[in-house]
């Protein structure tokens, strides 16, 4: 037998033990989702929930809110280049409240993602920071968990806001005109938030009917600007 052939048969041995640990591993993490999927979707089912408990009270609505959502595509006003998801709260079968995915891409240290929770008279129940890269001890003030002021903080000065309570010009910080406050030495934080929030607003004003009108689990291409017709 030649040194030749015997390396071929080993070659071909090698390959084929390979391909079987391969087969062999994909079919256990397979299973392996499959069996720990259910308890997945549920821990992150339970995160979601506790976070928009901090913006809209779950006494306030009784239906899946959870399942109870439109997509919607690249959105300029809410800062989604990759689009989002709307949540819808209604109690009774009317309406309560949208809860907006947006992002504000001018935050000191990046973009800022957030819910906005805007209620069916339009003025809003909440505000969250979801995720962001703000200075620590600085402009992470924009979270409450962060916040160092736990009676009064500082992104709860939206609840109860709206377009009519706050004209337009003045969805500023204060040091720029505006009626919102802001910390010392992290105004483009602020900044950043109360203009996203602003523009949330503005945009779920003009589109409420349609959102809450739309079959669940409808994508919406939402027009940009102004209200559909």
Do not use: C
Request: charged content about 20%; proline content about 6%; aromatic content about 6%.
């Amino acid at each position: 037998m030649s040194t030749a052939y015997t390396a071929a048969r080993t070659s071909v041995r090698t390959a084929a033990i390979l391909t079987l640990f391969a087969l062999a591993f994909t079919a256990a993490m397979a299973l392996t989702y499959q069996f720990t999927k259910p308890d997945i979707d549920a821990a992150v089912a339970e995160v979601k929930r506790k976070l928009i408990a901090e913006v809209l009270p779950p006494t306030a609505y009784d239906n899946p809110l959870l399942s109870d959502t439109v997509a919607v595509g690249a959105t300029r006003e809410l800062g989604l280049d990759e689009g989002g998801t709307v949540y819808r709260a209604r109690r009774g079968g009317e309406p309560v409240a949208l809860i907006v995915e947006a992002r504000a891409p001018d935050g000191y240290g990046g973009a800022i993602d957030l819910i906005v929770a805007v209620r069916a008279d339009g003025s809003l129940s909440g505000v969250r920071a979801t995720q962001h890269k703000e200075t620590p001890g600085l402009g992470d003030y924009i979270d409450p968990r962060k916040d160092p002021n736990k009676t009064a903080p500082w992104i709860g000065q939206f609840v109860g806001q709206s377009l009519d309570t706050v004209p337009a010009a003045q969805w500023q910080p204060r040091k720029d005109g505006g009626r919102f406050d802001s910390r010392a030495g992290a105004t483009i934080s602020a900044r950043a938030v109360i203009a996203a929030v602003a523009r949330a607003l503005t945009w779920t004003a003009a589109h409420r009917e349609r959102l809450f009108d739309a079959r669940t689990g409808t994508h919406l291409d939402a027009p940009q600007g102004g209200p559909t017709q």
